[in-house]
């Protein structure tokens, strides 16, 4: 373990505050779900960054910075993200009860939804490909593959404490909000998964054309 440790620890923990996919997700299965079920999509996203970290210790994830694999990533990303908004504003809406009917479709894959997200968002593979791929690979060159291999582990463990922070929070949220401001905050949470999943197409569009 170098210096880099807390410094990539600290870069990742304040880059997922910033409220993506990832946090919408464990903010909806929290509020709606309780504690555990925010802590799967956590976990399934925790499983993404170690996916990403393997990619960029062996220099694979390089591969991803190929314009013609790009835009495919974009793609997959978009219509991914568009399907889960919709998905979720369908149930909403043909439900009589919102929070129960999204309870019934969702809770049986929050890990796979948290995994998901995480590895397909378009921006996150860029964000591995371009800025914390080399600084690993450097280290890999430099320290070796085992001491790389530790301070990399820095990465998905700052995202993993803000996750737990903010599946604490969503569930507590959950417990003592009124109910129809928790099914608002799940609304908005979809049609941001919807307007991610219209601007990553976009994002392909540009690259096709």
């Given at each position: 373990m170098t210096s880099a440790f807390g410094v990539l620890f600290l870069f990742s923990f304040f880059m997922s505050i910033g409220f993506g996919q990832t946090s919408a997700e464990i903010m909806r299965q929290g509020t709606n779900h309780g504690f555990s079920?925010?802590?799967?999509?956590?976990?399934?996203?925790?499983?993404?960054?170690?996916?990403?970290?393997?990619?960029?210790?062996?220099?694979?994830?390089?591969?991803?910075?190929?314009?013609?694999?790009?835009?495919?990533?974009?793609?997959?990303?978009?219509?991914?993200?568009?399907?889960?908004?919709?998905?979720?504003?369908?149930?909403?809406?043909?439900?009589?009860?919102?929070?129960?009917?999204?309870a019934k479709?969702?809770?049986?894959?929050?890990?796979?939804?948290?995994?998901?997200?995480?590895?397909?968002?378009?921006?996150?593979?860029?964000?591995?490909?371009?800025?914390?791929?080399?600084?690993?690979?450097?280290?890999?060159?430099?320290?070796g593959f085992f001491i790389a291999t530790i301070d990399g582990i820095a990465v998905p463990l700052g995202g993993m404490v803000w996750w737990i922070i903010l599946s604490s929070l969503s569930a507590f949220a959950g417990k003592s909000l009124h109910k129809r401001f928790i099914e608002k905050i799940n609304l908005i949470s979809l049609f941001g998964f919807i307007l991610l999943g219209i601007y990553f197409l976009y994002r392909a569009y540009g690259l096709f054309f």
């Open positions: 079920k925010a802590m799967l999509v956590s976990l399934g996203a925790f499983l993404a960054e170690f996916i990403l970290l393997g990619l960029a210790i062996t220099g694979f994830i390089f591969f991803f910075k190929d314009p013609q694999l790009l835009k495919f990533v974009w793609i997959i990303g978009g219509f991914v993200v568009l399907y889960l908004g919709i998905k979720g504003i369908v149930d909403y809406k043909n439900s009589g009860k919102p929070t129960h009917k999204i479709s969702n809770t049986n894959r929050p890990f796979i939804n948290g995994l998901t997200i995480n590895f397909i968002n378009p921006l996150n593979v860029v964000f591995w490909s371009v800025t914390l791929g080399p600084i690993v690979l450097e280290s890999v060159q430099k320290n």
